[in-house]
């Protein structure tokens, strides 16, 4: 089972949105709506901020959003804070009952 | 509070065998399927396995099959990771998580809580 693909890194402004996206097959998110996405600061455990593609868990800004069309999920950070960058994770049920995560992408704010 | 608490990492040299613990509390133990996931310095997340609430389905990575075994004791409130033939690519740091689980045991494959995690070295 590969990885899925995401973009190393992505940067913006503060105010500004930035959007990661998560390539997969038709063996992950291609046929699976259990997509969620988690943000880890430097030197700590990961944080589950969507699950279920666009649902998010009870703490999370509605700054955070999350979508999904063919293979490809998305996460969209709308005006984007100082406390939001980290590293983020996207990961996938798989047609196999395993998951799958994604490579990872560093979100600079600048 | 739910808090997941890992240890049982250390360094081990090629070879070697290591059995990781994850400790539960603040939650009914025996209603969540649990998962590993390691994170190898400087690296991505990469999930190891997951085991079902009482311990029917077991899954692994594929990479992983063969070296590692998953299992828990529900009385004990621990989740376990059995991990031999360890190689230096096997270093991580190890996270134990938990899954949301239906009432029928379906996860349902995300982790809303997470462990701090255990670093386990692989070195001569």
């Known amino acids: 089972q590969s990885a899925l693909t995401q973009p190393p890194s992505v940067s913006g402004s503060r105010g500004q949105s930035v959007t990661i996206s998560c390539t997969g097959t038709t063996s992950d998110i291609g046929s699976s709506d259990r997509v969620s996405w988690y943000l880890q600061p430097p030197g700590t455990a990961p944080k589950l901020i969507i699950y279920d593609v666009s649902n998010r868990p009870s703490g999370v800004p509605d700054r955070f959003s999350g979508s999904k069309s063919g293979n490809t999920a998305s996460l969209t950070i709308s005006g984007l804070q100082a406390e939001d960058e980290a590293d983020y994770y996207c990961?996938?049920?798989?047609?196999?009952?395993?998951?799958?995560f994604g490579g990872g992408t560093k979100v600079t704010v600048l | 509070e739910v808090l997941l608490v890992e240890s049982g990492g250390g360094l081990v040299q090629p070879g070697g065998s290591l059995r990781l613990s994850c400790a539960a509390s603040?939650?009914?133990?025996?209603?969540?399927?649990m998962n590993w996931v390691r994170q190898a310095p400087g690296k991505g997340l990469e999930w190891v396995s997951s085991i079902s609430t009482s311990s029917s389905f077991i899954y692994y990575a594929d990479s992983m099959k063969g070296r590692f075994t998953i299992s828990r004791d529900n009385a004990k409130k621990s989740l376990y990771l059995q991990v031999n033939s360890l190689r230096a690519e096997d270093t991580a740091v190890y996270y134990c998580?938990?899954?949301?689980?239906?009432?029928?045991?379906?996860?349902?494959?995300?982790?809303?809580?997470w462990g701090q995690g255990t670093l386990v070295t692989v070195s001569s």
């Open positions: 603040g939650f009914t133990f025996s209603n969540y399927k």
């Open positions: 990961t996938s049920r798989t047609s196999s009952s395993t998951l799958v």
């Open positions: 998580a938990r899954e949301p689980t239906s009432y029928y045991g379906s996860g349902n494959y995300y982790f809303d809580y």
